[in-house]
Nanobody, 125 residues
Framework: QVQLVESGGGLVQAGGSLRLSCTVS??????????MNWYRQAVGRQRELVAS??????????VYAESVEGRFTISRDNPKNTLYLQMNSLQPADTAVYYC??????????????WGQGTQVTVSS
């Protein structure tokens, strides 16, 4: 069974940076064929897609939510089966629990695997 483990969150002041990691286990070279996404969910709000990285076979195109464009960077280490999210110029509005998952190509907006526990990011003003 595929497991997703997010880490790297914490408390940071506005303007600071964090790098989140998502380690994928229970599968082979997932990044070869899967589009991988970072999501976040703030208290009282729905989970939203933050960044997307197309599969290696799909060309590796990145897409970002408008709210994080130019500040966040999604990347991966294929041999380590690890996905990253570099977050710079953090703002209080970025406070949320961050999750990773693979896109379910057969379902618009769907995800392929059970959600991990997420990692909390808190940005103080």
């Amino acid at each position: 069974q595929v497991q997703l483990v997010e880490s790297g969150g914490g408390l940071v002041q506005a303007g600071g940076s964090l790098r989140l990691s998502c380690t994928v286990s229970g599968t082979g070279s997932i990044f070869t064929v899967r589009t991988m996404n970072w999501y976040r969910q703030a208290v009282g709000r729905q989970r939203e897609l933050v960044a997307s990285l197309a599969s290696i076979l799909g060309g590796g195109r990145t897409v970002y939510a408008e709210s994080v464009e130019g500040r966040f960077t999604i990347s991966r280490d294929n041999p380590k089966n690890t996905l990253y999210l570099q977050m710079n110029s953090l703002q209080p509005a970025d406070t949320a629990v961050y999750y990773c998952n693979a896109a379910d190509e057969s379902s618009a907006g769907g995800v392929a695997f059970p959600w991990g526990q997420g990692t909390q990011v808190t940005v103080s003003s």
